[in-house]
């Protein structure tokens, strides 16, 4: 019945749904002599172009001329895009620019091609290019944005005494696309300058219709372009040396040499075939270290290995902003897969497909007998402008215990300003053959009204206490809820502040298994001050159900940020507030949580993070502290080219005494071939002392490990 309701009103809203706007078809030059990517634009296609300028701020301001003037070149072959930039500035000593690795912008000016390779308005390439040419790439849909993809492209970059240029080569083999005689892409390039805090976008962008992306960009036309068979094939080889400290007191070493295996096949330019065999994580940055101390669900991590990132954000689920409910497939719950098979991309003008099949290996200490598989369908149907309606499935078997999750989901654009999105999945859960099945659902309702001058979101979602996603990322069941958001944007004609936001929102949310209510009612203020500077304040007076029982939650949070200089930056955050001990015998508290970061960019080379996180709470009935948590967290990176870094992270966590340490030389010719070796060990302040481990002002080394890896990537 309630799915039956919100179908309904979804068909009324789309009722009201515009025509699109007709937009200039963009016709990029074909070329029959490829300029050379050198970053220099001396090549003679770019003489003769085809190129667009007038670019527009579309933020912290909106609808007017970017200063800094832009060009942007667009030309082809038959087996390659070829865009160029000449970016003047008036100061170009202020222009921010660092070696980083890639996907590391560090806050630099940047141009950036937002490549619709299907002209559908369902997602778009990202490709990142910064005055020094540091590369980065994302896929966007759904709203939003993952950098995790890494893509095979070409780009160089100069800086002269005018500004910066950037040449950047796309091959059709790293993109996906229509097939024909004539192919049709949009596109919308933009540039970021840093001091500024300023993006400018060409096309301009309607203020009616705000930051939808997807439905503003310029259609593109290429005539000729080949269809070339993508193979790819990706062997890596690692090899990891592991000791870890017993219970004697003594430390075991253990060595594991593998090799993995991942393969990628072009059935058609826009549907792809993935296989793996034993791919390794490979996580050579460990997770950044995250208090941990008073949680209520588990912290979200993201995936980082390259078989599950073709196509992932095919599996991005409509009406997860505010949702308990944050995806139906998140890649991480396959902890260790033995192999996986994914076929991702298009089988229409209109239908998409996403379908992955794996194997992980059994984790005893899970207490799991055999071995967990994974089967994932999902399909999209495309509508008018950004709008699509989707289905998905998705079946977690570990032996006898199973859980499947299935339902809609989709996005429809009613106006150029309202989106609507929803989502009604249900689960079938059988834990083993001496328990229940049980059924459960999720459903999910959201709009969004966003314009230059006003930003509104509501929300409704619920989630009955038996429903269960065991692929997924679910925070909390058993609610029903309610949410609006309204943000006015004001544009003061002012010399040191240059777009104001204050913003107000209230939230209800009805705890099924107590039937007790909490709320959330909240006022606040965000600014975007002259140069690259930024505060945002909010006061909560807000309330929490936990086993049962309603605490206060009310809270005051402030955060700020500025990039002081090319080479200084600050950030700096605070919450003080009431809060809830989550335990099995949960009591009301009050704590603070601060963080502060320092960045330091000496040369264009040499960069430092030092990074202070601290949360505290105390027992209201007495004051008793309950726990002290700082986290210290240092980052040296040293990268002499684009290619070669070196980096050192140390991170102290006084809760827990314990200190990290994380080493990594990496050598990165192009995606996919690169070199890794790393170091890291853990330390904590105890002693092996008459047969136990006890506390000590010193420190005992728990355990260390080397880490080598080698992959090359065969394209053909």
């Excluded at 949070?557 to 003080?576: D, E, I």
């Excluded at 507030?577 to 508290?589: H, L, M, N, S, V």
């Excluded at 027992?619 to 070669?644: M, V, W």
Aim: proline share 5%; hydrophobic share 35%; aromatic share 14%.
């Amino acid at each position: 019945m309630q799915f039956r309701l919100l179908a309904s009103a979804l068909a009324c809203m789309q009722a009201f749904a515009q025509a699109p706007t007709a937009k200039t078809l963009l016709k990029p030059t074909r070329t029959d002599r490829p300029p050379v990517v050198d970053g220099l634009l001396d090549d003679p296609v770019w003489e003769q172009a085809a190129s667009v300028t007038d670019f527009q701020i579309f933020s912290p301001d909106f609808g007017k001329p970017q200063p800094q003037r832009t060009i942007a070149y667009m030309a082809y072959d038959g087996l390659n895009l070829y865009f160029a930039f000449r970016c003047f500035d008036d100061d170009p000593k202020r222009i921010k620019a660092s070696l980083s690795r890639r996907d590391t912008l560090n806050g630099d000016d940047f141009v950036c091609i937002n490549l619709d390779t299907f002209n559908d308005q369902q997602s778009l390439y990202a490709f990142y290019v910064t005055p020094l040419g540091v590369q980065a790439d994302s896929r966007y849909a759904s709203n939003k944005e993952d950098f995790s993809v890494d893509l095979l492209w070409e780009s160089a970059s100069r800086m002269d005494e005018q500004g910066y240029t950037v040449e950047v080569r796309i091959p059709l083999k790293s993109i996906r696309y229509t097939q024909g005689d004539v192919v049709r892409m949009s596109v919308f390039f933009e540039r970021y300058i840093s001091r500024r805090q300023e993006h400018g976008s060409y096309p301009a962008f309607d203020p009616k219709a705000g930051n939808a992306f997807l439905s503003q960009m310029a259609p593109m036309e290429y005539l000729g372009l080949e269809h070339p068979t993508l193979l790819e094939l990706l062997p890596a080889f690692t090899y990891s040396r592991k000791s870890l400290r017993d219970d004697l007191g003594a430390m075991q070493t253990d060595h594991k040499a593998e090799w993995s295996f991942t393969g990628k096949y072009g059935i058609t330019p826009s549907l792809i075939l993935d296989g793996t065999i034993n791919p390794d994580f490979s996580q050579v940055e460990a997770d950044a270290g995250q208090v941990d101390a008073n949680l209520r669900y588990g912290l979200f991590f993201a995936e980082k290995r390259p078989f599950f990132l073709e196509g992932s954000e095919n599996f991005n689920i409509a009406a997860a902003q505010n949702s308990p409910l944050q995806a139906v497939l998140h890649t991480r719950t396959i902890v260790d897969p033995k192999w996986g098979m994914k076929v991702t991309g298009k089988v229409g003008s209109k239908d998409t497909v996403a379908i992955l099949s794996a194997e992980d290996s059994a984790n005893p200490d899970a207490g799991y007998a055999s071995d967990p598989k994974f089967a994932i369908l999902r399909y999209k149907r495309t509508l008018k402008d950004d709008g699509y309606w989707g289905l998905f499935y998705a079946d977690r078997t570990v032996g006898e215990h199973s859980n499947r999750v299935a339902g809609p989901d989709g996005q429809w654009r009613l106006t150029p300003s309202d989106l609507v999105s929803f989502h009604a999945f249900g689960s079938f859960t059988r834990p083993d053959a001496a328990q229940m099945s049980s059924r459960g659902w999720a459903e999910g309702l959201e709009y969004l009204h966003d314009t230059s001058r006003l930003t509104v979101n509501a929300a409704f979602h619920a989630v009955s206490s038996d429903f269960e996603a065991d692929a997924g990322y679910l925070t909390r069941t058993g609610l029903k809820s309610g949410s609006l958001v309204v943000t006015p944007k004001f544009y003061p004609a002012s010399s040191w502040m240059r777009r104001l936001d204050p913003f107000a929102g209230a939230s209800v949310l009805q705890d099924l298994p107590s039937g007790l209510t909490e709320r959330d009612n909240f006022v606040g203020i965000s600014a975007i001050f002259q140069g690259n500077a930024s505060l945002r304040a909010q006061v909560d007076d807000s309330t929490e159900v936990f086993l049962g029982q309603r605490f206060r939650t009310d809270g005051v949070q402030v955060s700020a940020s500025s990039q002081v200089t090319n080479w200084l930056s600050l950030s700096t955050s605070y919450r003080q507030g009431k809060g809830i001990r989550y335990t099995a015998e949960p009591f009301q508290g009050h704590g603070s949580q601060a963080a502060a970061g320092v960045g330091f960019q000496p040369t264009d080379s040499l960069n430092l993070t030092l990074n202070w996180t601290h949360a505290d709470f105390y027992r209201d009935a007495t004051g008793e502290k309950i726990y002290d948590y700082p986290i210290y967290r240092s980052r040296l990176t040293y990268q002499p080219s684009q290619s070669f870094f070196v980096r050192a992270i140390v991170e102290y966590n006084e809760y827990r005494r314990q200190v990290l340490t994380d080493f990594l030389a990496s050598y990165t010719y192009i995606p996919g071939t690169v070199v890794y070796l790393g170091y890291g060990s853990l330390y904590k302040r105890q002693a092996w002392e008459d047969g136990l481990y006890r506390p000590s002002s010193h420190f005992l080394e728990m355990q260390r490990g080397l880490f080598f890896k080698a992959s090359y990537l065969w394209r053909m």
